[in-house]
């Protein structure tokens, strides 16, 4: 257009008009610019472009107008700096949908609505599992490859006199964009569960058998491991809690097989009830030394308000629920009920005396 604009002659005659013809091709090319900065981008289906950490405005234009994707990055460039904001673009991945204007492009980059991403942590996932569905991520930095539940605290610079980062994480769907690590979401889930926990313990039962939050987030943990039916949770609490009270042993096998760790084939074995080790709750008295998984809100809550009751013993049916018992003999009559039937069946979640 402009070169059909300034042809020689052309030029000549708007010379011959003075400073009305400059005026003239002021606004003829205000009102060009104007109309190009509402135009739709050459766009037939969505892209997603990145102006990456460090880069500036001008590389990444001249980038979209070498893609043809822009076919005036200078005009862009210029209403940037008429806008003050040629320095104010943020790094990140952007979607572009056909009918993105110049102007609305503009405006994506200074606002940085980067394409975002998410990751969901569910409950019951160990610090193992968490790690491993962040390294699953494309689109998220890895700085914390090789860490462990016992190294995860120093790596994040995260000081809370805990055993372990096991358990330490709130189970949520996290988002995050390009550029972001998996340091970045632990850090925001281990925000949110203290601020679930500090709640929590805030509004606790009285009389609980529990010194610190930690320990409540430790009973939480075991109670997201044995419960299979949400409505049971607080009932499960209150045996584990009535348990402590009268010193009996938890045995809870969510915390053998925790302590087993990889070496831990599916198959739960008398031998493996019986091996010393600080996880055994069917050896050793109290809870274990850290939770054993990634507890939600709910679990939290139940170990903070135990159901009241008599229970003492609790066998699963099979299909997620439980039969609880008061006494021993009951128990025992669950037991051949649901569990001696079921061959093949090694997992019990059952306290057994």
């Given amino acids: 257009m402009w070169r059909s604009f300034l042809r020689p002659e052309r030029v000549l005659r708007v010379v011959?008009?003075?400073?009305?013809?400059?005026?003239?091709?002021?606004?003829?090319?205000?009102?060009?610019?104007?109309?190009?900065?509402?135009?739709?981008?050459?766009?037939d289906a969505p892209v997603v472009v990145?102006?990456?950490?460090?880069?500036?405005?001008?590389?990444?234009?001249?980038?979209?107008?070498?893609?043809?994707?822009?076919?005036?990055?200078?005009w862009l460039r210029a209403q940037a700096r008429i806008d003050g904001v040629a320095d104010k673009v943020r790094a990140g991945e952007y979607r572009l949908e056909p009918?993105?204007?110049?102007?609305?492009?503009?405006?994506?980059?200074?606002?940085?609505?980067?394409?975002?991403?998410?990751?969901?942590?569910v409950e019951g996932m160990t610090v193992a599992q968490v790690l491993a569905r962040l390294q699953e991520q494309p689109k998220l930095e890895s700085a914390l490859r090789g860490a462990t539940a016992d190294s995860l605290f120093g790596k994040l610079g995260v000081d809370t006199g805990w055993a372990s980062a096991e358990?330490?994480?709130?189970?949520?769907?996290?988002?995050?964009?390009?550029?972001?690590?998996?340091?970045?979401?632990?850090?925001?889930?281990?925000?949110?569960l203290h601020e679930v926990l500090t709640e929590e313990w805030a509004g606790r039962d009285a009389g609980l058998p529990y010194r610190t939050p930690y320990e409540a987030l430790i009973m939480a943990s075991l109670v997201e491991k044995e419960t299979g039916v949400a409505e049971e949770r607080q009932e499960i609490a209150g045996v584990f809690v009535r348990r402590l009270e009268k010193g009996m042993l938890l045995q809870t096998d969510p915390a053998v097989i925790y302590g087993l760790g990889e070496s831990f084939d599916g198959n739960l074995t008398r031998e493996h009830l019986r091996a010393p080790g600080p996880y055994n709750t069917y050896l050793n008295a109290g809870l274990p030394p850290s939770p054993i998984a990634?507890?939600?809100?709910?679990?939290?809550?139940?170990?903070?308000?135990?159901?009241?009751?008599?229970?003492?013993?609790?066998?699963?049916?099979?299909?997620?629920?439980?039969?609880?018992?008061?006494?021993?003999?009951?128990?025992?009559?669950?037991?051949?009920?649901y569990q001696?039937?079921?061959?093949?069946?090694?997992?019990?979640?059952r306290p057994q005396g």
């Fill in 340 to 349: 001696l039937q079921r061959r093949g069946t090694t997992y019990r979640s």
């Fill in 16 to 43: 011959e008009l003075g400073l009305a013809g400059w005026l003239l091709i002021v606004l003829l090319a205000w009102n060009t610019f104007i109309r190009w900065l509402d135009q739709p981008l050459a766009l």
């Fill in 50 to 74: 990145e102006l990456p950490q460090g880069g500036n405005l001008t590389h990444f234009l001249d980038d979209l107008h070498e893609s043809g994707l822009l076919d005036h990055p200078r």
């Fill in 167 to 192: 358990g330490a994480f709130f189970p949520d769907t996290y988002q995050y964009s390009r550029g972001m690590s998996d340091a970045d979401i632990l850090l925001a889930s281990h925000r949110a």
């Fill in 99 to 121: 009918g993105i204007t110049p102007r609305l492009l503009l405006e994506m980059l200074v606002a940085g609505r980067v394409v975002v991403y998410a990751v969901t942590l």
């Fill in 294 to 337: 990634l507890p939600g809100r709910a679990a939290i809550h139940a170990a903070l308000h135990p159901a009241p009751g008599s229970a003492l013993y609790f066998v699963a049916r099979g299909d997620g629920s439980h039969e609880f018992s008061a006494s021993l003999e009951e128990h025992n009559r669950a037991v051949r009920k």
